[in-house]
Structures are given as structure tokens and as C-alpha cells.
């Protein structure tokens, strides 16, 4: 499985971004994972932003995060994305896309990066002020 995330960049603060992570695989069936989003901010540890289930009905994001961010997910095009506006400096990290597999029926978004199965790269997000 490979997840390859771009879109990240250099913009002003009050700006927006859209993130973009692709899922390859030739067993990788896009729909059974759970998709997540971290990020890591210079000299700070990994952290969840969101999570968006394998259908694209449930979501979950940070408290702090949630109203600025939006995560949605294409099945069709095995990609999920990360809509950011009003960014702030403090949004400057790398950030990293994330698959779990669906292992129950009912499944809870994992906020923890232990959790995930695959990571992406990581694409790199630097809000100026």
C-alpha cells in the first residue's frame, strides 16, 4: 500500500489549503480503510488533526482543529483530502495521511497514530504571518 500526499506549501496566514492524499495498492480495496490526517509541528510530536471513515459519513477531528479543517474522502478516486482555511502560523508541519483497516463493523476513529496501518510521506505546510 502506498498513500502519496501533496498540496502542502508556503502561504500567508488567513490563506487555505487543500491537501491530497492518493492510495495505491494492488490489494489495497480504498473503502476498507479509515483514512486519517496528522501532523507534526518542528520539534513537537506527531498529532491527529482527523479521520474519516471508510464510507465518508463519519468524521472526526481534534477539538482545537475542528470549524478550520475539513476531511472528505473521493472512493472513487481512492483519495482523501484536507481542507484548510483561516490558516495560522501554528499550522506550520509536515503533514501526514494515514490508512486503517476496517476490522469490525462498528469501528471508532482512532485519534492515535499507533492505530494506523500506513503512512504517507508527509507534505510539508509553512503558514507565514
Known amino acids: 500500500v502506498q498513500l502519496q500526499a501533496s498540496g502542502g506549501g508556503f502561504v500567508q496566514a488567513g490563506g487555505s489549503l487543500r491537501l491530497s492524499c492518493a492510495a495505491s495498492g494492488r490489494t489495497f480495496t480504498f473503502p476498507s480503510y479509515i483514512l486519517g490526517w496528522f501532523r507534526q509541528p518542528p520539534g513537537k510530536e506527531r498529532e491527529f488533526v482527523a479521520a474519516?471513515?471508510?464510507?465518508?459519513?463519519?468524521?472526526k477531528y481534534a477539538d482545537s482543529l475542528e470549524g478550520r479543517f475539513t476531511i472528505s474522502r473521493d472512493n472513487a478516486k481512492s483519495t482523501v483530502y484536507l481542507q484548510i482555511h483561516s490558516l495560522k502560523p501554528e499550522d506550520t508541519a509536515v503533514y501526514y495521511c494515514?490508512?486503517?483497516?476496517?476490522?469490525?463493523?462498528?469501528?471508532?476513529?482512532?485519534?492515535?497514530?499507533?492505530?494506523?496501518?500506513?503512512w504517507g510521506q508527509g507534505t510539508l505546510v509553512t503558514v507565514s504571518s
Open positions: 474519516v471513515s471508510g464510507n465518508g459519513r463519519s468524521t
Open positions: 494515514a490508512a486503517e483497516r476496517v476490522r469490525a463493523v462498528i469501528q471508532a476513529l482512532d485519534t492515535t497514530p499507533h492505530s494506523y496501518d500506513f
